[in-house]
């Protein structure tokens, strides 16, 4: 749909090549009509609330990660939104990186507001209860 600019991912490489172990996109002015916006800006904040993140955007699906933290990740359907969070919680730094977005090129969307709300929300949940119940204690190696 073009939506996304390819010439935006050079920045996010920058971001990995820095040191960050992931770099997510965060699209400043979003071209979207009024209530995809306003939905987005409500989930987000609502997402943020939930599981202690803050991440701007978990919505713009440019994102880069190393290898080394995301291959470990068990995936699911829809996880896809909280990628940044669970590379978070394995140790990862997370930066996001402000990208452009165009007008919706071709096609039509297959979201809306309903369709995802609670799928989305019972993900959510899961990523909460995961962040909650993750053992955070070191293991000494010294014999």
Not at 16 to 21: H, L, P, R, T
Not at 91 to 111: A, D, L, N
Not at 125 to 135: E, S, V, Y
């Amino acid at each position: 749909d073009l939506q996304n600019d390819p010439a935006d991912i050079p920045l996010l490489l920058e971001k990995i090549a820095e040191g960050y172990d992931a770099a997510v996109g965060w699209r400043i002015k979003r071209n979207d009509n009024l209530i995809r916006r306003l939905s987005s800006k409500i989930a987000n904040s609502i997402r943020n609330f939930i599981s202690d993140e803050n991440i701007q955007d978990t919505g713009c699906s440019l994102k880069a990660f190393k290898a080394c933290y995301i291959q470990p990740i068990e995936l699911f359907e829809g996880m896809h939104r909280f990628l940044p969070t669970l590379v978070k919680m394995n140790g990862g730094r997370v930066i996001e990186v402000k990208v452009s977005h165009h007008p919706r090129f071709k096609g039509t969307s297959k979201y809306n507001v309903w369709n995802r709300i609670w799928r989305s929300f019972l993900d959510l949940l899961a990523i909460r209860w995961m962040k909650w119940r993750k053992l955070r204690y070191k293991i000494d190696e010294q014999l």
